[in-house]
């Protein structure tokens, strides 16, 4: 059978069984041993109990579980280790492996494996393994250090194209900083000439505004004298007509006295009050003759 591999990585999976069926034999032989020594320490008798047979089973199956439990986390361990040598190898080249676990319970695969191992499983000599030893040789040829050598190459290449980039935005970046500072000097001239203009400009209009508000301040003093004398004046004018009203009153009240002295000194106001008069003794006549006939109560 032949696995895909070149003729080395034939020959280093061949030690790699090699080495498995050897550790499988010795653990073999050791689970063996544990039957033999059960044999001849305890079946000495020719009848057994149910109780002694089970306590033989038990003793023996503790001790068989034991040598499997050993030899199949050796195995796991053995395992890694081998691993960890592919992998160290394969990082030296900045390589990354990958395993599918699933693969490892392929049974067709399986199946190979083991008509391999019973057909094409050769015993080698000691030569060979002097020369096999358990060592992975360096990949420094084949198709893998060739495509490694192409993918540095072109990491170089690529790392040149960088750095010319690179010095490239450095000479754009200085030119810019140059720039920069030029634009940055020209807008502090700018600045300051903006500034000077802009603080005559201000002076001047603080000074307009100062007069504006000199002459706001007299118009509005000359305007609280007018008002004050204006006011002043109605004052005096007030005061003249309440006391010109007040006289008029007093003339108004003198002229109706006169009035009503003058009235009653006329004949139509003597002949008027002659009649009230009469007419009041007449009431009076006509209540005295009223109580007289009236009945006494």
Same mark, same amino acid.
């Given at each position: 059978m032949y696995f895909g591999f070149n003729e080395h990585h034939q020959s280093e999976v061949i030690n790699y069984m090699r080495f498995a069926r050897s550790k499988r034999v010795l653990r073999l032989k050791t689970i063996d041993s544990c039957f033999e020594e059960l044999k001849d320490s305890r079946l000495v008798d020719e009848t057994f109990t149910v109780d002694e047979v089970r306590e033989m089973l038990d003793g023996l199956q503790v001790v068989v579980r034991g040598e499997v439990e050993t030899e199949l986390i050796n195995t796991a361990h053995t395992n890694v280790l081998l691993l960890r040598q592919l992998f160290t190898e394969a990082e030296k080249f900045y390589l990354? #492996?990958?395993?599918?676990? &699933?693969? #490892?319970?392929? +049974?067709?695969?399986?199946?190979?494996? !083991?008509?391999? =191992?019973?057909? *094409?499983?050769?015993?080698?000599?000691?030569?060979?393994?002097?020369?096999?030893?358990?060592?992975?040789?360096?990949?420094?040829?084949?198709?893998?250090?060739? #495509? $490694?050598?192409?993918?540095?190459?072109?990491?170089? =290449? =690529?790392? *040149?194209? $960088?750095? /010319?980039? %690179?010095?490239?935005?450095?000479?754009? @970046?200085?030119? !810019? %900083? *140059?720039?920069?500072?030029? /634009?940055? +000097? !020209? #807008?502090? *001239?700018?600045?300051?000439?903006?500034?000077?203009?802009?603080?005559? @400009?201000? /002076?001047?209009?603080? &000074?307009? %505004?100062?007069?504006?508000? /000199?002459? $706001?301040?007299?118009?509005? =003093?000359?305007?609280?004298? @007018?008002n004050a004398a204006s006011q002043k004046d109605l004052q005096e004018n007030l005061v003249s007509a309440k006391h010109d009203l007040l006289r008029i009153q007093e003339q108004l009240n003198l002229a109706e006295k006169e009035l009503d002295k003058k009235f009653q000194q006329t004949a139509a106001y003597r002949n008027m009050k002659e009649m009230l008069t009469k007419k009041n003794d007449q009431i009076k006549d006509l209540r005295k003759k009223l109580q007289r006939y009236e009945p006494d109560e």
């Amino acid at each position: 059978m032949y696995f895909g591999f070149n003729e080395h990585h034939q020959s280093e999976v061949i030690n790699y069984m090699r080495f498995a069926r050897s550790k499988r034999v010795l653990r073999l032989k050791t689970i063996d041993s544990c039957f033999e020594e059960l044999k001849d320490s305890r079946l000495v008798d020719e009848t057994f109990t149910v109780d002694e047979v089970r306590e033989m089973l038990d003793g023996l199956q503790v001790v068989v579980r034991g040598e499997v439990e050993t030899e199949l986390i050796n195995t796991a361990h053995t395992n890694v280790l081998l691993l960890r040598q592919l992998f160290t190898e394969a990082e030296k080249f900045y390589l990354r #492996l990958q395993t599918d676990i &699933s693969e #490892l319970e392929n +049974r067709e695969l399986l199946e190979q494996v !083991a008509e391999f =191992e019973k057909t *094409d499983f050769k015993t080698p000599n000691k030569s060979n393994q002097e020369s096999n030893k358990p060592k992975l040789a360096p990949l420094n040829e084949g198709g893998v250090s060739e #495509l $490694l050598n192409k993918e540095i190459a072109r990491l170089h =290449e =690529e790392n *040149d194209k $960088l750095k /010319a980039r %690179l010095r490239t935005l450095e000479t754009q @970046a200085m030119s !810019a %900083l *140059d720039e920069k500072t030029r /634009a940055e +000097r !020209a #807008l502090k *001239d700018i600045q300051k000439v903006q500034g000077e203009q802009q603080r005559r @400009a201000c /002076a001047q209009e603080i &000074s307009c %505004l100062e007069d504006t508000v /000199a002459a $706001l301040k007299e118009d509005y =003093e000359k305007s609280l004298s @007018a008002n004050a004398a204006s006011q002043k004046d109605l004052q005096e004018n007030l005061v003249s007509a309440k006391h010109d009203l007040l006289r008029i009153q007093e003339q108004l009240n003198l002229a109706e006295k006169e009035l009503d002295k003058k009235f009653q000194q006329t004949a139509a106001y003597r002949n008027m009050k002659e009649m009230l008069t009469k007419k009041n003794d007449q009431i009076k006549d006509l209540r005295k003759k009223l109580q007289r006939y009236e009945p006494d109560e």
